[in-house]
């Protein structure tokens, strides 16, 4: 692969979804949204499948339903993006596409990432003349942006490949270009990254540590993939999972006063192309008010379960399937159900590690002394303190903190089979934990997950506010936590085939949108 085709990357979520959130406030007049509406470019609809995945279903009438958005990235260089991006005018094409799920409660959101070397099936796709491909096997997913080729690319194609994909049906896509992107950067003055290692690669230049991008160093930081760590795609798309977020947080902390709204809005409908349902600026506003209250700590990023194949990638079964099958039943990631009146249901007993439901008897002195490592797997400031004065106030004498690593859905409670009598008692403390026997192990390790939730009579730092750390209980429908019981169970009404925890393909691929931008995170 020449470098001139490795450096076609661009930036792509991270501005798309911004974009969709920044136009959720009203009251600029009506000579701004004619102005936005001059601005934004629809793609013909007649390019998209006649048959596809049904529509949702309100549980009773006049119920929300989950929606799904699919954000795309085109790397373009007509229309003068050739001069942010690089390279020659030609067909447009999409690396990397994030799938964004919101739940029916409208409070919570998954964003999955769909590596762009996955092979996949691209269906029946239509061409400039009107005529229709045939489908085609083990194709690229990122190829189905070029059928055709579009000049701007060919984004129904994609939409229609995602939903053979998934199942799932899509209610919105949305592409974004580079000019209009690094608009938006500038208009918020600059995103908060991490940088792992100094980088003087490709001609991009980064000093280690949190730096502030906009313009077309934020492009290229999204764009590149040499330079940093092991220059993977997969890594890539983290970095760019963390980049939503920071942006999102950005965007939210600014709030929405009409000189931040102006500008800020004007970019991102610069940068946009989207179906013919979100094609006025009333439309996006309309829409987005419906998104208004999805806080960033309610936000869980996933790349779809995934293995190398050579050069290119599988997804891994079942857990991919059983990610898509999740979604389409908006059910969260450890197989909640998100119906109901919004209370969650009574968390029921979960065994230990080999011990009984839910037993915490008097510890033994040999127990209260046994050491125990407590390690923050969120990225949440003061988590791990919490989780140590649980075990503190049970009676356990030697409890000490490990380094956080962040990115952990699910509590882990590691031990060796000699400590086995005191993790048994540990994880009485954690309903729902995955207990792991690992021989050797000097001290039993509780990794806390998204789904710890202290009792409300714990102290938690004034800076907690995430996931996994809020001393109410979760609402349902929170795609991260432990909406209606401990994620280790699953609840009454749980279809066959459903998780009853969170699959390991699925939690090892996920981050919260609040994590620490500098926790657990692949650069690539």
């Not at 799920?101 to 796709?125: E, F, M, Q």
């Not at 400031?381 to 075990?391: D, I, K, R, T």
Request: net charge neutral; with cysteine; proline share 8%.
């Amino acid at each position: 692969m020449g470098s001139s085709t490795r450096r076609r990357r661009y930036l792509r979520t991270a501005i798309g979804l911004a974009a969709v959130l920044v136009l959720s406030v009203v009251g600029a007049g009506a000579w701004f949204y004619h102005r936005l509406d001059n601005n934004i470019t629809t793609f013909d609809a007649g390019g998209v499948a006649t048959e596809r995945p049904p529509a949702p279903v309100p549980t009773t009438p006049g119920a929300s339903v989950p929606v799904n958005i699919l954000v795309l990235g085109s790397d373009t260089r007509d229309d003068g993006n050739n001069a942010i991006g690089g390279g020659e005018e030609g067909v447009g094409h999409s690396d990397t596409a994030m799938l964004v799920h919101v739940y029916a409660d409208h409070k919570h959101a998954v964003g999955v990432s769909i590596p762009r070397d996955t092979l996949v099936t691209i269906p029946s796709c239509k061409l400039p003349n009107g005529t229709w491909t045939s489908p085609r096997t083990s194709q690229m997913f990122n190829s189905a942006f070029t059928v055709g080729d579009f000049p701007k690319g060919n984004p129904a194609c994609t939409q229609n490949t995602v939903e053979t994909l998934t199942g799932l049906r899509i209610d919105h896509t949305v592409v974004v270009d580079f000019k209009g992107a690094a608009a938006m950067t500038e208009a918020i003055n600059g995103v908060d990254v991490c940088v792992p290692n100094d980088v003087d690669s490709h001609g991009i230049h980064l000093k280690k540590g949190m730096q502030k991008l906009s313009g077309q160093p934020a492009v290229d930081y999204l764009r590149a993939r040499y330079g940093f760590g092991d220059n993977s795609d997969i890594g890539r798309m983290k970095r760019q999972q963390a980049f939503v977020s920071s942006m999102i947080k950005k965007v939210q902390g600014q709030g929405f006063s009409l000189p931040t709204l102006l500008p800020l809005a004007d970019a991102a409908t610069r940068s946009l192309t989207v179906d013919e349902g979100l094609g006025t600026a009333m439309k996006l506003v309309d829409f987005t008010r419906s998104l208004q209250d999805i806080k960033l700590s309610d936000i869980t990023f996933v790349t779809a379960p995934w293995r190398f194949a050579g050069e290119r990638v599988q997804l891994v079964q079942p857990d991919a399937n059983t990610l898509w099958r999740l979604l389409r039943e908006d059910r969260t990631l450890d197989g909640q159900s998100t119906a109901g009146t919004g209370t969650p249901a009574p968390s029921p007993t979960v065994p230990g590690p080999g011990g009984a439901a839910g037993t915490a008897g008097p510890l033994a002195p040999e127990q209260a002394a046994a050491p125990v490592l407590v390690v923050n797997g969120v990225g949440t400031s003061g988590l791990s303190n919490s989780g140590a004065e649980v075990l503190r106030a049970r009676g356990f004498q030697n409890v000490a903190l490990g380094k956080p690593i962040g990115g952990r859905l699910q509590t882990e409670i590691s031990y060796d089979p000699t400590l086995k009598a005191a993790a048994d008692q540990v994880a009485a403390l954690f309903p729902g934990a995955r207990a792991v026997e690992e021989p050797g192990s000097e001290a039993i390790t509780v990794t806390l997950g998204r789904d710890f939730r202290p009792s409300p009579a714990t102290k938690l730092d004034a800076v907690e506010s995430g996931p996994g750390v809020s001393p109410s209980p979760a609402a349902p429908g929170d795609p991260g936590g432990s909406p209606s019981g401990a994620p280790g169970t699953a609840p009454s009404g749980t279809p066959s085939g459903v998780p009853s925890g969170v699959p390991t393909g699925i939690a090892e691929n996920s981050r919260g949108a609040d994590t620490d931008p500098c926790a657990d995170l692949t650069f690539g």
